[in-house]
């Protein structure tokens, strides 16, 4: 359902700056609309767009190219979340989940706001706005040690600096996935968010899916033309438009937190959250199906390029 601007949302962290000079990818806009045959014998069928993608081939969170490749980790306070948590760049770490190396996000909270350390990773650049952005997210129902109850937040969104106050305020939030539910609820949601800059500073659309998304999945969407598509596994799930259409560039995020405390069981009991990220992809003023976009990321795979931006974002 849409829930109106009035209802619970989240706020993400605040970029400290916008940065200058960097130009937006807005304009220029290339559909790419392929059909079954053409897909399926054209192995780099939207090769010839620019396109940023990165596999995570990282050491650790120290690792000096995690940041010349244009990734910022988080550390320090502030929101959102539990007012007294923290960030923390340590929290992120590159292990192998399933077979494949992936960006992981840790969280541990033991039930207090001293004790509750998140997790963040955005792009330096702020100028991601019209094409079609792809990760596969494993996403968790359950802590992987510790109690179970927190109201964990794991997300892949991407955001303006600005102030929502600022008409030309942008956010897309691709998949927020609370599986404790949060905001006052416990049952279990993920959603898509739109949101609109300036009138009353929280003016969104949102839609949500209540049901679980534990495990793998591939979560996309495509800004053009007006419309912010979200998918799930190829599923459409929702179309935002009108004045919750993006007006300026944003960073790609991750992040996993904690809405609240009220979900954790047992204080002083330490609970371990984790979100991995297979791969993250984007294509700058392309709309592709899905069957395109990993079409291309396994031609970077097999070709042994496991970081390509030529996106510039």
């Given at each position: 359902?849409?829930?109106a601007?009035?209802?619970?949302?989240r706020?993400?962290?605040?970029?400290?700056s916008i940065l200058?000079?960097?130009p937006?990818?807005?304009?220029?806009?290339?559909?790419v609309?392929?059909?079954?045959?053409?897909?399926?014998?054209?192995p780099?069928?939207?090769?010839?767009?620019?396109?940023?993608?990165d596999?995570?081939?990282?050491?650790?969170?120290?690792?000096?190219?995690?940041?010349?490749?244009?990734?910022?980790?988080r550390?320090?306070?502030?929101?959102p979340g539990?007012s007294?948590?923290?960030?923390?760049?340590g929290n992120?770490?590159f292990?192998?989940?399933?077979?494949?190396?992936v960006?992981?996000?840790?969280?541990t909270?033991?039930?207090?706001?001293?004790?509750?350390?998140n997790?963040?990773?955005?792009?330096?650049?702020e100028?991601?706005?019209?094409?079609t952005?792809?990760?596969?997210?494993?996403?968790?129902?359950k802590?992987?040690?510790?109690?179970?109850?927190?109201?964990?937040?794991q997300?892949?969104?991407?955001?303006?600096s600005?102030?929502?106050?600022?008409?030309?305020?942008?956010?897309a939030?691709f998949?927020?996935?609370?599986?404790?539910?949060?905001?006052?609820g416990?049952?279990?949601?993920?959603?898509?968010?739109?949101?609109?800059g300036?009138?009353s500073?929280?003016d969104?659309?949102?839609?949500?899916?209540?049901?679980?998304?534990d495990?793998?999945?591939?979560i996309?969407?495509?800004?053009?033309g007006?419309?912010?598509?979200?998918?799930?596994?190829?599923?459409?799930?929702?179309?935002?438009?009108?004045?919750y259409y993006?007006?300026?560039?944003?960073?790609?995020?991750?992040?996993q937190?904690i809405?609240?405390?009220?979900?954790?069981c047992?204080?002083g009991?330490?609970?371990?959250w984790?979100e991995?990220?297979?791969?993250v992809?984007?294509?700058?003023?392309?709309?592709?199906?899905?069957?395109?976009?990993?079409?291309?990321?396994?031609?970077y795979?097999?070709?042994?390029?496991?970081?390509?931006?030529?996106?510039g974002?």
């Amino acid at each position: 359902m849409h829930l109106a601007p009035t209802t619970r949302k989240r706020r993400r962290a605040r970029r400290l700056s916008i940065l200058a000079g960097v130009p937006l990818l807005a304009a220029g806009l290339t559909t790419v609309v392929l059909g079954q045959a053409d897909a399926a014998t054209t192995p780099a069928a939207a090769a010839a767009g620019p396109a940023l993608f990165d596999d995570f081939r990282y050491s650790s969170a120290s690792d000096a190219n995690l940041r010349s490749h244009g990734w910022t980790l988080r550390n320090g306070g502030g929101g959102p979340g539990v007012s007294g948590a923290s960030w923390s760049s340590g929290n992120i770490s590159f292990p192998t989940v399933d077979g494949n190396q992936v960006l992981q996000l840790k969280t541990t909270t033991d039930g207090s706001a001293a004790g509750t350390v998140n997790s963040e990773i955005s792009r330096s650049a702020e100028n991601a706005l019209a094409g079609t952005y792809v990760a596969r997210i494993k996403f968790a129902d359950k802590p992987v040690s510790g109690p179970n109850g927190d109201h964990v937040v794991q997300t892949f969104f991407a955001i303006s600096s600005v102030s929502t106050c600022d008409p030309s305020y942008s956010e897309a939030d691709f998949s927020e996935y609370l599986p404790n539910g949060g905001y006052g609820g416990t049952a279990t949601f993920n959603s898509q968010t739109s949101w609109a800059g300036g009138g009353s500073c929280r003016d969104f659309v949102e839609k949500d899916e209540n049901r679980s998304f534990d495990g793998w999945h591939t979560i996309m969407a495509t800004i053009s033309g007006g419309h912010v598509k979200y998918y799930a596994d190829g599923t459409l799930l929702a179309d935002h438009s009108g004045a919750y259409y993006p007006r300026r560039g944003m960073s790609i995020d991750f992040n996993q937190w904690i809405q609240n405390l009220t979900g954790h069981c047992c204080a002083g009991r330490v609970s371990v959250w984790n979100e991995s990220v297979d791969y993250v992809f984007f294509a700058p003023n392309q709309v592709l199906t899905q069957a395109q976009a990993v079409q291309q990321v396994t031609g970077y795979r097999n070709a042994g390029q496991y970081y390509v931006n030529t996106a510039g974002v």
